[in-house]
């Protein structure tokens, strides 16, 4: 496998190198040239020049309307300067371009000698009015100052206003990995990471939480995050993050940063109330240290550069609640609360740079980085995340330790200024990844104590979802991989930026799992013996995308004050699923499957137009009205939309049987080969399992269409004075080609009506006692009748998810460094999903309806404020300086599921309910998705430095860092089952509380030292 990634790859490499390819966000700088009297003047030289560019400037002319485009410029200062025979020369200096941005620089020249110049010196325009995309540029600045615990991607890009985390982090404590950000009702999976324009997620998923590989904070000059409008060089909508990296220079710099903190840094914030409301400890620091070291420059000036890094986070955190079992090899758990469990992090990486200016038309970046990651029980993204949500945390013997090496990202960038007007470019990247995960004290985490051996059982409460003993699910080994190529040419004019491209996606996944105790895990109720879980483990999936092949043009066409933003874009994707293999296992013996190759699954073609416009509206390049409009595709991950596909992934490799504890030993006294009833385990809910039946394919339609979202954002973008600047923008998402899963086993007149009374509490709405209709069970004979069909949702009715909102952002940048950035976020989803396909009760989650019916399937919560701010205030004595970001952000929602026995349902329901995978129990929602909600998030984060400027130029800072600075503690997460105050259970050691029950909050005020020195 691995011969054949590395060969694919270097064969696209030199695709690239013999094609052009596109521009990788950089910025750029456009305007007009006239005279005195007002004519425009073609032909005029314009050259910017920058330390930033290894070929030190670039050269374009004038078109014919006196308009100039200079693109594909690095973050950097730029002096711009315009000759022409017969005039003065003009010299605009200290225009400052961030990635992704074009600056305005005009210039009137008067009659003269070209010898004369004249110098303007100003600050850069701070309004583009030439492009429609939205985005945010974290400049290195704003990397170094503000205060961010981990300065991953997703955390600092999460001080953007609208932006929504996936983990609300406070001084690092959110760790690193698996974190995700969306805007607008974009999706978490789709967010697009970049780095010199090429993606570097792992090869089992689109979006930012697959990725192994981490931007390292010392190797990047600035991370461009767009937001809306992105233009047909995306096939995707949602997030889209691009680091430009450091190149060196021709001088050498060195960069090195610490922080460290640490349990008794931290203050607690675990009130009464929370106590009283059944939250027994928070989350809580043990220790964490980042360490980041970096250098760069000449191996040869003006030719051979290069800028090499490394950084480490080594981390430890206390999961609140969760304590170390005294009794891990039994049927109850004993905690020891003299040893919280910890989630431990270990992780880091290394990489290395060369800019190559080859000669005066081609330039050459190589890029090699290599990441590790050891987690010592995993918890947070890991084992907690793969629970039944929101499950507390299991036991530390029940959470799996995970190992990510290596990991590694190569890339390959050229470009080619051929003329003034046509720019080549070309890339290539390849990611590699492989994970394994095991049981605590394997994979090279030793020292650990309370390990079970491998015939333990792992025991789960299901009232609370608690679990001891043993991990509960499956895990293994993952090995996946993608390369990337992106192949563009730019014909760049005065009037006209035309760009056309090709982009070509390859990846593959493989995913092992194995479960100790020979595939068997047990759950209880209330304590008592309920249930066995059966796994038909070993098992092996592989899932491959074939092909993902984008073609693309756009342009911008300036015509006096408006310019256009147009293009349109054909992508062809292709995944199969090659021979896959399920081999033979404790509870499936005679198992030995060969599953032939499915292809084509899915094969789509589609074309996305997009549409925008930029009007500067006085002319002055101080206001922008902008518009834009885009169709965008859906990024499926590979091993779950091929996954649906894969017959062996598909077969039922699960099961449940009801356990009747005779002896009371809490241990199954049956023969589980034998899926009939026998001993304490009664028949099998499914019998097809350990069979090679697929429960689950895809329809000819879900084969060849594909889902999809169009985009509307309109904005006002207004200079109010020099580097102060206001934007108010509306943005609305609206998705399209939904799918469901259609049991062609069953009808809706399978299903039989119920009703049950919500328990009387207090914190149910009017105190609860009230009816809940609309429920329905399906008719015992056909409970494990399984034939899934994944159908579009346009076959039964229509589905509907639709976001609008409002965001009004300003920033501010003054003398001596003064930065001030924010603004809010106003707006809501909706969604509709009335109609049947099996059940008529459907199932709502939290934002949209995970299986369409008629019970809550119009969710339509109210509109929701976010604000966010940043801001960098040195103070005029002593090089001191503050600074510090603020985040106030929507409260949770919550929900109540509530577990209903036979005895209350049956009278309604007129027989005994269908024995499920809980037994003879249902789970009643009490609570209408979208009405309630916890409390509101407000995070302070403060910092304060002391800079001490040493010799030869060399900078030493201190800092001091406060985050959460009032020791807020609003609930992130609560407990979605149902529950009424009692008595401890009689099992699993928490006590029941009343609903609802917070599960984690908001850790305290943590503090942190640390320091970076620059040369």
């Not at 003009?90 to 210039?107: K, Q, Y």
Request: aromatic share 10%; proline share 6%.
């Amino acid at each position: 496998m691995v011969k054949n990634i590395a060969a694919g790859f270097w064969a696209g490499v030199l695709l690239c190198l013999l094609v052009p390819a596109s521009t990788f966000a950089q910025g750029g700088i456009a305007g007009v040239v006239k005279d005195t009297t007002g004519a425009v003047l073609p032909g005029v030289t314009v050259e910017a020049a920058s330390p930033a560019l290894i070929e030190k400037v670039r050269t374009v002319v004038s078109d014919g309307e006196g308009l100039y485009k200079i693109v594909d410029l690095r973050p950097g200062v730029y002096t711009v300067t315009f000759t022409l025979p017969g005039f003065s020369t003009v010299r605009r200096e200290g225009i400052e371009l961030t990635a992704s941005f074009t600056a305005t620089v005009n210039a009137e020249m008067r009659v003269g000698s070209v010898e004369e110049t004249v110098t303007v010196t100003g600050q850069s325009t701070t309004v583009d009015t030439q492009n429609v995309v939205q985005q945010r540029v974290l400049t290195r600045n704003i990397i170094d100052d503000v205060p961010v615990g981990t300065k991953t991607i997703a955390a600092m890009g999460a001080l953007i206003p609208g932006m929504v985390a996936s983990v609300q982090d406070v001084g690092g404590t959110g760790g690193s990995s698996g974190q995700t950000i969306a805007i607008h009702n974009s999706r978490n999976g789709e967010e697009q990471l970049l780095q010199d324009g090429m993606t570097y997620n792992t090869g089992n998923g689109r979006g930012g939480g697959f990725s192994a590989v981490r931007a390292n904070e010392a190797s990047t000059q600035e991370i461009a995050i767009e937001t809306s409008g992105l233009m047909a060089e995306s096939e995707l909508s949602g997030v889209r993050t691009n680091v430009i990296p450091k190149e060196g220079g021709n001088s050498f710099k060195s960069y090195t940063n610490f922080r460290y903190g640490n349990h008794s840094m931290q203050s607690n914030n675990l009130s009464q109330a929370l106590k009283s409301r059944g939250l027994a400890s928070p989350d809580s620091l043990d220790f964490i240290m980042n360490t980041t070291q970096g250098f760069g420059g000449p191996i040869r000036k003006d030719k051979l550069w290069f800028y090499t890094a490394f950084q480490r986070l080594r981390s430890d955190t206390r999961v609140g609640g969760t304590f170390y079992n005294l009794t891990p090899d039994k049927p109850y758990y004993t905690p020891d609360k003299s040893r919280p469990a910890l989630d431990g992090q270990n992780e880091g990486d290394g990489n290395l740079r060369f800019t190559w200016q080859i000669n005066s038309k081609n330039k050459l970046n190589l890029f090699h980085q290599l990441d590790f990651n050891l987690r010592h029980h995993w918890y947070q993204g890991g084992c907690t995340a793969t629970m039944p949500a929101p499950a507390p945390p299991p036991s530390p013997e029940a959470c799996y330790t995970d190992r990510v090496i290596p990991t590694y990202l190569s890339q390959v960038a050229w470009s080619s200024p051929v003329t003034s007007r046509l720019l080549l470019e070309a890339g290539a990247a390849l990611t590699k990844r492989n994970f394994v995960q095991g049981r605590p004290g394997t994979l090279g985490h030793t020292g650990d104590q309370g390990i079970t051996p491998w015939d333990q059982y792992s025991y789960t409460e299901n009232r609370t979802g608690f679990t001891w003993g043993q991990w509960r699910q499956p895990i293994g080994f993952n090995d996946s991989y993608q390369y990337n190529t992106r192949i563009a040419v730019s014909y760049v004019t005065g009037s006209h930026a035309a760009k056309a491209g090709f982009t070509f996606y390859h990846a593959g996944n493989l995913n092992t799992f194995e479960l100790s105790s020979n595939g068997v895990t047990l759950q209880l109720l209330d304590g008592k013996p309920s249930q066995v879980t059966m796994y038909a483990v070993p098992q092996a999936f592989e899932e491959t995308m074939k092909a993902n092949v984008g073609v693309f043009g756009q342009d911008q066409w300036t015509v006096k004050r408006l310019t256009l933003n147009y293009g349109v874009r054909y992508d062809y994707q292709n995944m199969y699923v090659p021979v896959n293999q399920l081999d033979p296992g404790p509870l499936v013996p005679t198992r030995n499957t060969r599953f032939d190759p499915v292809y084509n699954v899915p094969n789509w073609k589609n074309v996305s137009p997009r549409l925008g416009g930029a009007y500067d509206l006085f002319g002055n390049s101080k206001t922008a009205v902008k518009a834009s409009i885009g169709k965008y595709l859906e990024g499926p991950n590979i091993n779950v939309f091929a996954g649906r596909a894969n017959p062996a992934r598909n077969t039922r490799t699960s099961t449940t049987r009801v356990w009747s504890d005779l002896n009371g030993d809490f241990l199954p006294q049956c023969d589980f080969v034998n899926l009939g009833a026998n001993g304490e385990c009664a028949a099998v809910q499914n019998p097809d399992f350990g069979t090679s039946i697929p429960q689950t394919r895809l329809s000819d339609d879900a084969r060849t269409i594909r889902g999809y979202n169009w985009e509307l954002a309109t904005s006002l973008q207004h200079e109010l004075r020099q580097n102060v600047t206001l934007s108010v923008g509306y943005f609305r998402r609206w998705y399209g080609n939904l799918i469901v899963t259609d049991n062609q086993r069953v009808t809706p007149q399978d299903y039989s009506p119920y009703c049950i009374t919500a328990p009387t509490n207090p914190s149910l709405p009017n105190g609860g006692g009230y009816q809940v209709c609309g429920l329905y069970d399906i008719a015992p004979p056909l409970r494990s009748a399984t034939d899934n069909v994944i159908k579009m949702a346009k076959t039964f009715g229509t589905q509907k998810e639709i976001y609008n909102g409002v965001d009004v952002a300003a920033n501010v940048r003054l003398a001596k460094g003064i930065l001030v950035s924010g603004g809010t976020s106003t707006g809501r989803v909706v969604t509709d999903a009335c109609f049947v396909v099996d059940s008529p009760q459907g199932s709502a989650g939290a934002t949209v309806a995970i299986v369409p019916g008629l019970l809550n399937c119009h969710v339509q919560p109210p509109f929701f404020t976010q604000v966010k701010a940043i801001a960098v205030y040195p103070l005029p004595w002593w090089d001191i300086q503050t600074s510090g970001s603020f985040q106030s952000i929507p409260p949770v929602q919550i929900i109540a599921n509530y577990t209903a026995t036979n005895a209350q349902i049956a009278p309604s329901l007129g027989r005994t309910i269908s024995p499920g995978a809980g037994g003879t129990i249902a789970n009643i929602p009490l609570v209408k998705p979208g009405t309630m909600f916890g409390d509101r998030l407000n995070q302070t984060d403060f910092r304060v430095s002391k800079v001490f400027r040493l010799r030869e130029g060399k900078r030493f800072q201190a800092f001091f860092d406060l985050y959460n600075l009032f020791n807020a503690n609003p609930v992130l997460q609560y407990n979605t089952n149902f529950s009424i105050a009692g008595p401890p259970a009689t099992v699993a050691s928490p006590a029941t509380f009343d609903w609802p029950v917070p599960t984690l909050i908001l850790q305290g005020r943590l503090s942190k030292f640390g320091f970076q020195l620059d040369w």
